[in-house]
């Protein structure tokens, strides 16, 4: 489901790709790369709060996912 939302993100179904990622999330809750996609489409949706609150989760999942930690500092 990761990678459909990715794409349909991309191509700007972001309603669709966010519901995807959320489901992704419900069957595994600690899918880091479903969570910091979810992180980055919140944040280009300006829903900056919740994004930040993901990318800390992606970071304490995986210390080595480092991507998160740019987008922190953002």
Not at 15 to 21: H, V
Not at 41 to 64: I, Q, S
């Amino acid at each position: 489901m990761n990678n459909l939302a990715v794409l349909l993100a991309e191509k700007g179904d972001v309603a669709e790709a966010k519901g995807l990622y959320r489901k992704a999330l419900e069957i595994k809750p600690k899918h880091t790369h479903a969570i910091f996609n979810l992180a980055v489409l919140l944040e280009k949706m300006g829903d900056v709060d919740e994004a930040k609150g993901l990318y800390r989760k992606t970071f304490y999942l995986d210390p080595t996912f480092t991507l998160d930690m740019n987008n922190l500092a953002r």
